[in-house]
């Protein structure tokens, strides 16, 4: 038995490249992608302020940029917020019943 089928749910917390993404997706069964995105106030996407401008467009802060995903999550509103848009794609995913019906 492989070490991945030892379980029933892996997160992977940070893809930078199309390739890492394929290998769950190659690998394992009901794989489901999700980005994270954040904004600032004024709607301009949220840039790390540690990172120099070269810094930022390097190909491991760029390549997913625009790749498609499962789900798009909103991260501009606080964690109540981040806590409602995870529990809505376990909803939608049919892992979780949906307590607000």
């Known amino acids: 038995m492989e070490v991945y089928e030892k ?3 892996a997160i992977i917390a940070d893809v930078r490249f199309p390739n890492e993404e394929e290998i769950p997706f190659d690998m394992l069964n009901d794989v489901v992608s999700i980005r994270i995105e954040r904004h600032n106030p004024d709607g301009t996407p949220w840039e790390n302020p540690v990172l ?3 810094q930022r467009q ?3 802060e760029t390549s997913m940029d625009n790749h498609t ?3 798009v999550v909103h991260n501009d509103a606080g964690l109540e917020e981040l806590h409602d848009s995870a529990y809505a794609i ?3 995913l049919n ?3 949906d307590i607000n019906e």
């Open 90 to 92: 376990l909803v939608d």
């Open 95 to 97: 892992l979780i019943e």
């Open 58 to 60: 390097h190909p491991s």
């Open 7 to 9: 379980y029933d749910v």
């Open 52 to 54: 120099t401008e070269e």
């Open 69 to 71: 995903f499962d789900y």
